[in-house]
């Protein structure tokens, strides 16, 4: 039998024993009451509300799906080191899929902080994960899962690549197979503030900078139309490079277009689009924060950089951008093409979208109560946030 048929059998098999645990519980449950959604919030745009899906969790940092169809799992990172899964009906599997815990430091903005599926997980069964390490390095690895499809084989590990963390924040850690099946790999700029080093517009380092790489055979090779390829000194996996803390990255299912939402200094929050196919953009760190000056000195003329697409202020409570995804599902159209964001601090949810002139707009859409680490996508294009005090996983709802 080849691998790819044990893969599959692997992966059947687990979902059809998942399916079996839902109805034995569904039958024997006590009868539950339906949790109250946060109230939609007053827009004439759009009413949007978040309804419980899933509890239990502690301190998610991620929600991802693996892109197989009619895979209802949603899996989990918790920031100490462990991935959860979460099957359709909103249910936590006892026993995590994967657990490095006793590889990752723990806390702050350190932690377990970026998983991607490959893009042929269905036959190849191989998972990238992004973590920081014991010796603060940055590090990305691939698993593969073993013969039950609910459980990673801890030991396939394979390291992809590592960096070197100068201090504790600004680590970045988003990963996403971009619609070139090419694997694209957040880092901020390595912390302290205001990036003393002048690291996010340094090209001989990964730091404030978003890779691209093809891992389809490892060790990884470089995309041959990676901008600084064959440039002296500049580190060939870097397609963009400004970056002062991309907090999720993810790429519109529909335009392909990749939407990155970079955290601020101490002012402005920004989300940066960029088209499809058109890397090698110098988003501005650490010149700019957001469309204002910041340190300009030794930096170049102005039109050299790609400004953001929207901004927003600290007022309100708001603190830190926490980026979504285009909402893409079937069960609320109104929602359709609409950009999900929120801000940690603040609790507030947003949507993004162009007007008739091709600017972007944004709409508060609904206040929670919660702080927002992270977005998620089902493999339907359902849309899902995580409050990381409760651990809890709400899911997003048109309230019209």
């Not at 055979?217 to 002296?232: A, C, E, I, M």
């Not at 601020?264 to 924060?289: A, F």
């Not at 993004?352 to 977005?375: A, E, G, H, L, N």
Request: proline share 5%; glycine share 12%.
């Amino acid at each position: 039998m080849s691998k790819s048929h044990r893969v599959q059998l692997a992966i059947l098999g687990g979902l059809l024993l998942a399916a079996t645990a839902l109805v034995a519980w569904l039958l024997l449950r006590p009868p539950a009451v339906a949790p109250s959604p946060t109230p939609s919030a007053t827009s004439s745009e759009a009413k949007v509300q978040v309804a419980l899906f899933a509890s239990g969790l502690s301190n998610p940092t991620g929600i991802i799906s693996t892109g197989i169809q009619g895979d209802g799992r949603l899996f989990v990172l918790d920031q100490n080191g462990k991935i959860r899964i979460v099957n359709s009906s909103g249910t936590v599997v006892s026993e995590p899929f994967l657990d490095i815990s006793n590889l990752v430091t723990p806390g702050g903005e350190t932690g377990l902080l970026g998983l991607a599926f490959s893009p042929h997980y269905a036959t190849d069964g191989y998972f990238y994960v992004d973590y920081i390490d014991k010796n603060l390095n940055t590090v990305v690895a691939r698993y593969h899962i073993s013969g039950d499809a609910n459980t990673a084989d801890l030991s396939s590990a394979q390291i992809i690549l590592t960096q070197k963390q100068p201090y504790a924040n600004h680590n970045g850690g988003a990963l996403v197979f971009g619609p070139d099946g090419y694997l694209y790999i957040a880092f901020g700029d390595g912390g302290s503030a205001g990036d003393p080093e002048n690291r996010a517009q340094d090209t001989t380092t990964w730091l404030g900078k978003l890779l691209r790489i093809d891992v389809s055979k490892l060790p990884y090779t470089v995309p041959s139309d990676n901008l600084f390829v064959g440039k002296p000194g500049a580190k060939p996996e870097i397609w963009d490079t400004g970056l002062r803390n991309p907090w999720r990255l993810s790429f519109d299912s529909k335009t392909h277009e990749l939407y990155i939402a970079d955290v601020g200094q101490g002012t402005i929050e920004e989300i940066d689009v960029e088209q499809p196919s058109k890397g090698g953009n110098n988003y501005g760190w650490r010149c700019y924060e957001g469309n204002s000056d910041f340190k300009t000195d030794g930096c170049k003329g102005k039109n050299t950089y790609v400004f953001p697409q929207l901004t927003y202020d600290h007022s309100e409570g708001r603190c830190s951008v926490t980026g979504g995804y285009v909402y893409r599902g079937q069960k609320y159209p109104n929602l359709t093409g609409k950009y999900f964001y929120a801000d940690y601090c603040g609790g507030q949810v947003y949507t993004m979208q162009r007007d008739d002139k091709s600017s972007y707009i944004s709409t508060k859409v609904v206040q929670t109560p919660y702080k927002v680490s992270t977005f998620g996508q089902d493999n339907s294009g359902e849309l899902y946030l995580a409050d990381y005090a409760s651990g809890a996983i709400y899911q997003v709802q048109d309230a019209q």
